[in-house]
């Protein structure tokens, strides 16, 4: 990334009191978005987990306790369930416009597992744009 597009980026962080609500309302506004899983892990350094899959939703346990599962896929043969384990931050990198580009979840260890979407946008840009007829049809 470069250093223009970094400046455009703001970084939010969600209380744990929030995940359970978060997550729900966090997953209502991109699923079926294509995403990209990342983990870097301090001794194993970046793996990436999933790539180019749909979101189908993001679970924590009411009381935000135990692990954060990342859903990811559109068929049986094609889903990727990845657990986030003892999750202590969660962040969400937005774009200047204020369009939700990346998720950050930061776990005891210093391990990161980061959420990203093929492209950013505002949810209200997408809303519809599957339904509307194409020009020169």
């Given at each position: 990334m470069s250093p223009k597009e970094e400046s455009a980026m703001r970084n939010r962080q969600v209380p744990h009191a929030e995940w359970p609500r978060f997550f729900e309302s966090f997953t209502r506004r991109h699923r079926g978005w294509l995403a990209t899983v990342r983990v870097i892990d301090p001794?194993?350094?970046?793996?990436v987990e999933a790539k180019g899959l749909p979101l189908e939703g993001i679970m924590v346990d009411p009381q935000s306790h135990g692990p954060i599962s990342i859903l990811?896929?559109?068929?049986?043969?094609?889903?990727?369930?990845h657990p986030v384990d003892s999750p202590e931050q969660v962040w969400v990198e937005v774009t200047e416009e204020g369009a939700e580009a990346a998720l950050e979840i930061l776990s005891a260890g210093g391990t990161k597992t980061i959420l990203e979407f093929r492209g950013a946008v505002?949810?209200?840009m997408v809303d519809g744009l599957a339904?509307?007829?194409?020009?020169g049809s």
């Open positions: 001794r194993l350094g970046a793996q990811l896929g559109s068929g049986p043969s094609a889903n990727v369930e505002l949810p209200e339904s509307e007829p194409v020009s």
